[in-house]
């Protein structure tokens, strides 16, 4: 958000119609105006919202983190916050509201199997690119003597039977098992 700049509004106002400071500011007016708009550019880069290549660049390499070829910009905004935010969830609730945040709310289905010691995590195909940063993320946050089982929730007999052998006739046996649907 980049702010205009006018230089002769600072001036007393004698001064404001003297040719040569009128010349003056109008060279560099344009030059502030583009140093305040990069000035606001470095300070988007501060923040986890509204960073871009560059700023996920520079937090991925303070906090050691690998972004896959695949990622969006919003995954890896979202893998920096959730590394900045690194608190523990020692409540099924806390780790609830932190996979909705990892994976969006709805698109996981949480077990856990308090005599067995084990947490199942289905992820639904809906978010099936952040599978892998799941996985680590729950290895990271789970305590060690739990179980993790993670799977992704591929569509079954029973999801597709409300769609008829015409709808699904463009649509190999993988695609259907493993895309997202409408």
């Known amino acids: 958000m980049a702010r205009e700049v006018h230089l002769t509004g600072y001036l007393p106002d004698i001064l404001q119609k003297v040719y040569e400071f009128l010349q003056i500011h109008k060279a560099e007016e344009p030059e502030l105006t583009l140093l305040f708009g990069k000035g606001d550019l ?13 700023g996920c660049e520079r937090w991925e390499k303070m906090l050691a983190i690998v972004p896959k070829d695949t ?13 900045l935010n690194g608190d523990t969830p020692y409540t099924m609730r806390s780790l609830e509201n932190k996979l909705n945040a990892l994976c969006g709310e709805g698109n996981f289905i949480l077990k856990y199997a308090n005599d067995e ?18 996985k680590e993320a729950l290895e990271e946050i789970v305590p060690a003597n739990i179980v993790i089982n993670a799977y992704l929730m591929y569509n079954t007999h029973g999801f597709l039977r409300r769609f008829t052998h015409e709808e699904m006739g463009g649509y190999t046996h993988r695609q259907l098992m ?3 649907l409408e």
């Open 178 to 180: 493993e895309e997202v």
């Open 117 to 134: 010691y084990t947490l199942t995590v289905g992820l639904a195909l809906a978010a099936k690119n952040q599978f892998d940063y799941l």
């Open 71 to 83: 990622d969006t910009i919003e995954l890896r905004r979202l893998r920096i916050k959730s590394a």
């Open 42 to 54: 470095i300070l988007d880069e501060c923040f986890a919202d509204s960073m871009d290549e560059y």
